[in-house]
């Protein structure tokens, strides 16, 4: 029986950081359909909105079968709440990221959400929601962690170096073309964007600790989410631009990617954030943005024809090294914690 338990908690401990691999993963094949189709005229408004409300229609039935009832609880003062949720988790972080995106390529605009963990991280500081614990070999590993991150993400940035051919471009030369001519005029502008998003995001993260507090229920919390999400994005869309055709679909990549981002990278994002959030804190899920690097760095140059240069590779390398520096000085923070409530129990 002990055993047993034993095996069930390392189980418990681990299924955060596996969500966040998946998240990741999800996250990777948003970015790489959405840079073709945006690349390619779709209008950024129209992407935002349908994807966030196919996320909500997706999630719909989760929140009905697993929280029954929950919806019962919701206030006027937990809708806020959610709505600004939806507001800096979503239609600006996302509609900063997209046109970032637009302007670069997808492996360039990926680590920048590198800048996603020290955000969080600082801002959880200054509203003590973290503590920074300088002289304990914890806190030390994490602020190591965290600059390692960084340095990674500035030496991806700054330094290019020898670009490596591995292999062949699958999409073609069109669009690698047309992807390379965007990038060299709107450089930029796009890093501009891309930052704006990461400290959006960086917010949302510590807001979402707050939703967790007021309306306690993840998936319908998460649906409310991308409904609120998509109609302030579709709202935003209709001043920007009116004409009918922005917002026609067909049967073809558009909507593929449409349902690819709403049912993974919104739908099922944003339960297993929750989950992770709710499990291990706020700085906890932006640190595995790190993988999404190397998973971009690689099917972008494979598909897209993105170089893969040596500074890429040294960053990735440091960023992943920096990654999981953090991610022990967490997990001993953690322990420490668990062992805090064990002794004031007994």
């Known amino acids: ?197 990461c400290f959006s995001f960086a917010c949302w993260y510590l807001l979402q600790s707050k939703v967790l507090k007021v309306y306690p229920y993840k998936y319908w919390s998460s649906m409310m989410t991308c409904l609120l999400g998509g109609i302030q994005t579709g709202l935003t869309g209709v001043i920007v631009k009116r004409d009918r055709k922005a917002w026609k679909l067909g049967w073809d990549l558009q909507l593929l990617t449409i349902l690819y981002s709403g049912a993974f990278a919104t739908a099922v994002k944003y339960s297993l954030n929750s989950y992770a959030v709710q499990k291990r804190g706020p700085s906890y899920p932006p640190m595995f943005n790190a993988l999404s690097v190397l998973f971009t760095t690689f099917f972008g140059s494979l598909l897209l024809g993105d170089d893969i240069t040596i500074g890429s590779i040294l960053g990735v390398i440091l960023i992943i090294g920096g990654l999981y520096l953090f991610l022990f000085g967490k997990g001993k923070d953690l322990h420490r914690g668990d062992d805090t409530e064990e002794k004031s129990a007994v």
């Open 1 to 197: 029986m002990e055993e047993e338990q034993k095996e069930e908690g390392g189980l418990e401990r681990w299924k955060p950081a596996v969500c966040m691999v998946f998240v990741q993963a999800f996250m990777t094949g948003m970015i790489l359909l959405s840079k073709i189709v945006i690349t390619e005229g779709m209008f950024i408004f129209a992407l935002l909105t349908y994807r966030s409300l196919f996320g909500a229609l997706f999630i719909l039935p989760f929140a009905f079968f697993l929280e029954r009832g929950a919806w019962k609880m919701l206030s006027l003062r937990s809708v806020g709440w959610i709505s600004l949720n939806a507001f800096l988790g979503y239609a600006i972080p996302m509609g900063l990221y997209y046109y970032g995106l637009q302007y670069t390529t997808s492996s360039y605009s990926v680590i920048f959400t590198n800048v996603i963990p020290i955000a969080t991280y600082i801002l959880a500081l200054i509203f003590r929601m973290e503590t920074l614990r300088l002289c304990t070999p914890p806190g030390s590993a994490k602020i190591i962690g965290a600059l390692i991150c960084f340095g990674g993400t500035m030496l991806v940035s700054l330094y290019k170096g020898r670009p490596l051919h591995l292999w062949p471009t699958v999409i073609g030369r069109h669009h690698q073309v047309l992807q390379q001519n965007i990038s060299r005029t709107h450089q930029v502008y796009g890093t501009i964007l891309l930052v704006g998003s």
